[in-house]
T-cell receptor, first 112, second 112 residues
Framework: DGGITQSPKYLFRKEGQNVTLSCEQNLNHDAMYWYRQDPGQGLRLIYYSQIVNDFQKGDIAEGYSVSREKKESFPLTVTSAQKNPTAFYLC???????????FGPGTRLTVL | GEDVEQSLFLSVREGDSSVINCTYTDSSSTYLYWYKQEPGAGLQLLTYIFSNMDMKQDQRLTVLLNKKDKHLSLRIADTQTGDSAIYFCAESSLSGTYKYIFGTGTRLKVLA
């Protein structure tokens, strides 16, 4: 079955540590996205990538980094520079001609 | 910049109709979407409407679009307890960035 997988589902991090969230899709979609979800604030765009080896900052990119070395993979690194990283992180993908962003199941990151 | 707004909470009784409202600011919006998010999960597309349409019906779901007022609504007929979730409104345009703008989400609680 085609879809988007995110791992891990739950992630705990100590303050000062970098962590990487995985996002993989086998839908052959061109564009991929990372969103952050906080209660009452909806989805905020962190980074997005339209093609391999290219990505753009979203609205809240500070303290995050991404790479897009393969079409199917778009990992997100939450760095120690992100002051309030505890949140639910959602990855999505999109293909031109289809009117839908497909979402993964999400990763809940908690900073201890 | 673009903005999408929704009320945060809605409570209805089982069997009643639910109406979730959304306003947006981008007049160049081409598609408007309704997504559903169940607890701890990703988002699932419920329906979408093209900006030159006024209404779209899909089984228990009715979407109404007032483009003049930039107002979108989702009506769920015969609401069931399984409809309890967060509902997100989103808009996109053909500006070439492939970005969606999401609202804050409306938490629907269905009372038995």
């Amino acid at each position: 079955d085609g879809g988007i997988t995110q791992s891990p589902k739950y992630l705990f991090r100590k303050e000062g540590q970098n962590v990487t969230l995985s996002c993989e899709q086998n839908l052959n979609h061109d564009a991929m996205y990372w969103y952050r979800q906080d209660p009452g604030q909806g989805l905020r765009l962190i980074y997005y990538s339209q093609i391999v080896n290219d990505f753009q900052k979203g609205d809240i990119a500070e303290g995050y980094s991404v790479s897009r070395e393969k079409k199917e993979s778009f990992p997100l690194t939450v760095t120690s520079a992100q002051k309030n990283p505890t949140a639910f992180y959602l990855c999505a993908s999109w293909r031109q001609g289809f009117n839908e962003q497909f979402f993964g199941p999400g990763t809940r990151l908690t900073v201890l | 910049g673009e903005d999408v707004e929704q009320s945060l909470f809605l409570s209805v009784r089982e069997g009643d109709s639910s109406v979730i409202n959304c306003t947006y600011t981008d007049s160049s919006s081409t598609y408007l979407y309704w997504y559903k998010q169940e607890p701890g999960a990703g988002l699932q597309l419920l329906t979408y409407i093209f900006s030159n349409m006024d209404m779209k019906q899909d089984q228990r779901l009715t979407v109404l679009l007032n483009k003049k007022d930039k107002h979108l609504s989702l009506r769920i007929a015969d609401t069931q307890t399984g409809d309890s979730a967060i509902y997100f409104c989103a808009e996109s345009s053909l500006s070439g960035t492939y970005k969606y703008i999401f609202g804050t989400g409306t938490r629907l609680k269905v009372l038995a």
